[in-house]
C-alpha cells in the first residue's frame, strides 16, 4: 500500500466524517476535529491530532486512533476504519 495512497484516503474519510458530524451530530465536531489525520513528522503514515502520548519521547499515536474508530462506527457505520481506506484505495 502506498502510503500516499493511505493520506489521501484518510483526509477524504476524515472530511466525510467531519461533514456528518455537522449536520448530524454538532456536538462531537469539535472531537472529530481535534482527532484529525496529521502527516507523520518523518512523512510515514499519518498519525493522530489530538491523541495524547504516554511520554515526550513516544512517538505519535497512528492514525486512525480509537477515538476516530468509534465515531466511524457510529455516525457512518464503518467497522473497521482500516477495511475502509483500503477499500477506497483499491477503488481509486
Known amino acids: 500500500m502506498n502510503r500516499d495512497d493511505w493520506t489521501a484516503a484518510a483526509r477524504e474519510l476524515y472530511r466525510r466524517m467531519l461533514t456528518k458530524a455537522q449536520v448530524d451530530a454538532p456536538a462531537v465536531v469539535?472531537?472529530?476535529e481535534l482527532h484529525r489525520p496529521k502527516?507523520?513528522?518523518?512523512?510515514?503514515?499519518?498519525?493522530?491530532?489530538?491523541?495524547?502520548?504516554?511520554?515526550?519521547?513516544?512517538?505519535?499515536?497512528?492514525?486512525?486512533?480509537?477515538?476516530?474508530?468509534?465515531?466511524a462506527k457510529e455516525l457512518l457505520n464503518i467497522e473497521s476504519v482500516e477495511d475502509q481506506l483500503e477499500h477506497r484505495i483499491k477503488a481509486r
Open 30 to 32: 469539535g472531537v472529530v
Open 39 to 71: 502527516q507523520a513528522p518523518n512523512r510515514g503514515l499519518p498519525v493522530c491530532h489530538g491523541c495524547d502520548k504516554a511520554h515526550v519521547e513516544a512517538p505519535d499515536p497512528e492514525w486512525p486512533c480509537r477515538t476516530f474508530a468509534v465515531l
